[in-house]
């Protein structure tokens, strides 16, 4: 089973004639903007009519590929130097563990809002949503508000965090995530530990360059990036 990450999921059911599946989604996008009014944030108005060419479906390296992007994140923010390349164990990471407790910490306190990386970090690998709207701290929800994921994100902050990664892992501009040099190199067809640069880092650069499409698709749009 994989991620799949979505621009205009509505449209594109709409399209589709799925109006059933575009009232669940309707639904969903109520209950967030019940989550954005308790945090006094204006309510997300989800397009559903979108050209063809500004919908946007991506496929992940499962959710390891997420956790391996998250796992570079979590290194970085806890103000160490780029880790090795991750593999499938990457959720266990000791970084990135040592990071969800210390978001948890600082939510207490106040001061989730000072770490880095938390777009993309604190939110669920499995659904849920980034809205195209400013807003420096993750939205976690109460669980009786029963968000898809627990926690709502934000679009342009994480296309920020994406880019902040794309530079530490050494992307070059206007790379396609789904083009074959990138795709090669998260299947470990490309350079492999033995290359330079980004060639070294397939997984956690596929996911990254998908994420970077998404957000910028989010913000131009003004749909939501979903997880699927």
């Given at each position: 089973?994989?991620?799949?990450?979505?621009?205009?999921?509505?449209?594109?059911?709409?399209?589709?004639?799925?109006?059933?599946?575009?009232?669940?989604?309707?639904?969903?996008?109520?209950?967030?903007n019940?989550?954005?009014?308790?945090?006094?944030?204006?309510?997300?108005?989800?397009?559903?009519e979108?050209?063809?060419?500004?919908?946007?479906?991506?496929?992940l390296?499962?959710?390891?590929?997420?956790?391996?992007?998250?796992?570079?994140?979590?290194?970085?923010?806890?103000?160490?130097?780029?880790?090795?390349?991750?593999d499938?164990?990457?959720?266990?990471?000791?970084?990135?563990?040592?990071?969800?407790?210390?978001?948890?910490?600082?939510?207490?306190?106040?001061?989730?809002?000072?770490m880095?990386?938390?777009?993309?970090?604190?939110?669920?690998?499995?659904?849920?949503?980034?809205?195209?709207?400013e807003?420096?701290?993750?939205?976690?929800?109460?669980?009786?508000?029963?968000?898809?994921?627990?926690?709502?994100?934000?679009?342009?902050?994480?296309?920020?965090?994406?880019?902040?990664?794309?530079?530490?892992?050494?992307?070059?501009?206007?790379?396609?995530?789904?083009?074959?040099?990138?795709?090669?190199?998260?299947?470990?067809?490309?350079?492999?530990?033995?290359?330079?640069?980004?060639?070294?880092?397939?997984?956690?650069?596929?996911?990254?360059?998908?994420?970077?499409?998404?957000?910028?698709?989010?913000?131009?749009?003004?749909?939501?990036?979903?997880?699927?």
């Amino acid at each position: 089973m994989g991620l799949t990450i979505f621009v205009g999921l509505g449209a594109a059911l709409r399209a589709e004639g799925d109006e059933e599946a575009v009232e669940q989604l309707e639904g969903e996008f109520e209950v967030v903007n019940d989550l954005l009014e308790s945090f006094g944030l204006p309510p997300h108005q989800e397009p559903y009519e979108l050209d063809a060419q500004n919908i946007v479906s991506l496929d992940l390296y499962g959710y390891s590929g997420l956790h391996q992007l998250r796992r570079v994140a979590a290194h970085l923010a806890l103000g160490e130097e780029l880790p090795p390349p991750g593999d499938a164990e990457a959720a266990q990471d000791p970084a990135l563990q040592d990071y969800y407790r210390l978001f948890d910490d600082n939510m207490l306190e106040g001061k989730a809002g000072s770490m880095r990386f938390q777009h993309l970090i604190i939110h669920s690998d499995a659904e849920g949503f980034y809205l195209p709207a400013e807003f420096d701290e993750v939205l976690v929800a109460e669980p009786s508000l029963e968000v898809p994921g627990d926690t709502v994100g934000s679009s342009p902050r994480l296309l920020e965090e994406c880019l902040e990664l794309a530079r530490a892992l050494e992307l070059p501009d206007g790379l396609d995530p789904e083009s074959e040099e990138v795709l090669q190199a998260a299947d470990g067809g490309g350079e492999g530990e033995a290359g330079a640069g980004w060639r070294r880092y397939g997984v956690e650069s596929h996911t990254c360059l998908a994420l970077i499409r998404a957000c910028r698709a989010s913000v131009e749009t003004g749909a939501a990036v979903v997880f699927s």
